[in-house]
């Protein structure tokens, strides 16, 4: 595949930039880690090694993610090969509700189920399985999303062939499943990690993790060397599973090939597989109702959501600010880092280092960047540092699309590098760079686990503000906000799919 | 008998298969010929149970295979098919690839119509290879095992020797004319090359703007 980048010089500065940004925050604790034991103090190694109390948090961690990610799978499974054979209709849109709800962070998840549980009182509000309940429904929409991915990526020609010799369930079993197998052990690992790495949802059902040990270490000392080393293994968790998981994500975004205009064969399935899809798609629906209906009502009226923005307008200017200024930096660097990603030889080392970045505890982000002096824009550092990576990901799907021969006819016939980069090869990345910055956008705004950690005093974010509040419970205050963060998160992310869907059509037409 | 009545299949605005009927009486081969996207691929796939029709029945013997109602299972019609692509699934080897069809058959019958066809199309030693380590040729040639390995009742080709260099086009040619023909009762051979059309086939169906003429 031939690359997209501009002159040399500045890819590589700006691939020395990604690293910089990615891993600055970790190596910033690596050397302070160093220092500490230079200076002698090898009693804090301690501290990466759980015992007691941290031994069982641990395990709590591993097994609530164990089991979100498996019935989140399970779920998402069943549902994308439901909504995998409705290209067009209900089925269409269902399946873009569903991956714009990947946008939603969970404490939004969190608060609607906390406000339905407490109307219903039929259990308590609190506890492992209500985290374990609401941690899936969190991380669902992005179980369904990249299944969809995966089974998308297989060629419609080869469950044809698989169709005539065999009956549409062992086609099912022995052809479809294998090939969306990448993706699926992809996100299955992913989701683990991701389950693994957070606190806001444990954190807000009573339930303690390790991933919010790291936080209150901190909290408790301003040390980030000990938040690092009680981090460790968390990290040394996520290499382990990356290891594993590594070529299937890498397998799954490199072989997106789907033909256009082919739908998939409308396949057959027995009565008990028909019935199980159906149930997750009631569950999914539940997923995508229970959020929406539950902060209307608890935000009450129009007058009282505004009341709530109007009355965190400070927070809302500052975080849109921040999140938009990621959403733009993080294009140059994530495109150079796509770019990448797609050559043989170099590409190895970073596919590693990119999906393991992908991942890296936002506490950690923020316990490294404290040590950095970069003053009220830390928190777009912080924003880049965990969200590259993704834009990378997005971006490349999109140099995936993109026809080579294109690329090598503007080689050919282009007067000088820079105009056959910029007339050619930057329009046809254009859908794929506005993708890229609006998830950066959204997820910033979103942002929590390292936001927490660096916002300067006297500024605070949206998500730090809904965080704080819904610790006293779901009042219509937070509702509000929450509501607001819903709608910026939603319709953000219905621009972004647009434009990504019509392949830069709309960009174009907005040119004229 | 394959019997084709008053068949239809659009997709959006595009009329691709425009009221077709024909019949094809007697078993042998049967080629149907015409210009790019006239609607050949999308009859084929008809045939196969790949595509619903709009409109109109397509008949095997007295059987009814598909209808705008309902159509019969592909793998339920006794059919092998060969596609422009070889469409070989990744994660298989070759005699994996070559045997998922066979079913109902003991593992010794398997072993032996595998060693035949592989010797036949110059494949021996390559079973337990995968299809990204074999040549492109070599592709075409486990493809065209899979399709007859169960000894289908009709083999669908799907202008299967497009993009085959000139040798091993001639080879593949007089495989399907000596040995494929031989033992499958009906076969229906697309293809838009007249000389490969009359080289195969007697019986010549010409097809345009999606309808038989």
Known sequence: MPRLSPPSLIHKTLLLIFAAIVFGPLAALFTGLFKALAAGNFSLLSLALPTGRRLVLLANSLSLAFLVAVSAMLIGVLVALYLWRFKSGVGRYLRWLIILLVSLPPYIHALSWMSVLGRLKIMPAEGFWVSWWVELMAYLPLAVGLSLFGLDAVEPVLIEAGRLARPDIETLKKIILPLAFPAISACAGLLFLLSLMDFSIPSLFSINVYALEIFAEYSATNDPIRALLLGAPLLALAVIVIMFVQRSIRSAALTISRPAGREPAFLIFPEWLNWLQKSALMIIIIQILVPLISLIASAGSLKSVAQSALQAKNEITFSFWLSITAGLLCLAPACAMAEELTDRGTGNYWWFLVVLALVIPGSLVGAGLILLPVGVWLPVIAYLSRFLPLAALVILAKLRRTDPLLVEASRVHQPDNFSGWWRVRLPLLGPGLWAAGCLVFIFSLGELAATIMVTPPGYNTLAVRIYNYLHYGASAQVAGLCLVMAAIFLGTGALMLLIFSSGGRLIKLGAR | ?213
Not at chain 2, 86 to 92: D, E, G, V
Request: aromatic share 6%.
């Open chain 2, 1 to 213: 008998m394959i019997r084709v009545k008053n068949t239809s299949k659009s997709f959006g605005k595009v009329l691709a298969v425009d009221a077709v009927t024909f019949e094809i009486k007697e078993p042998g081969v049967s080629a149907i010929m015409g210009p790019s996207g006239c609607g050949k691929t999308t009859l084929l796939r008809l045939f196969a149970g790949l595509e619903v029709p709009d409109e109109g029945e397509i008949y095997f013997g007295e059987d009814l295979v598909s209808s705008k109602k309902g159509c019969l299972a592909p793998h339920l019609r006794n059919m092998g098919f060969v596609f422009q692509v070889p469409a070989l699934w990744p994660h298989m080897t070759v005699a994996e690839n070559i045997l998922f069809s066979l079913s109902g058959v003991s593992t010794e019958e398997k072993k032996e119509r595998l060693q035949l066809l592989l010797e036949k199309l110059d494949l021996a030693g390559l079973e337990r290879r995968f299809p990204d380590e074999i040549s492109g040729g070599q592709a075409r040639r486990v493809a065209l095992a899979r399709s007859v390995i169960a000894k289908p009742k009709c083999l669908l080709m799907d202008e299967p020797l497009t993009n085959v260099d000139m040798d091993l086009k001639k080879r593949l040619l007089d495989f399907i004319k000596n040995e494929v023909a031989a033992s499958t009762p009906y076969l229906i051979y697309v293809t838009h090359d007249i000389e490969e059309a009359k080289s195969i086939s007697q019986n010549i169906l010409f097809m345009d703007s999606g309808k038989i003429r």
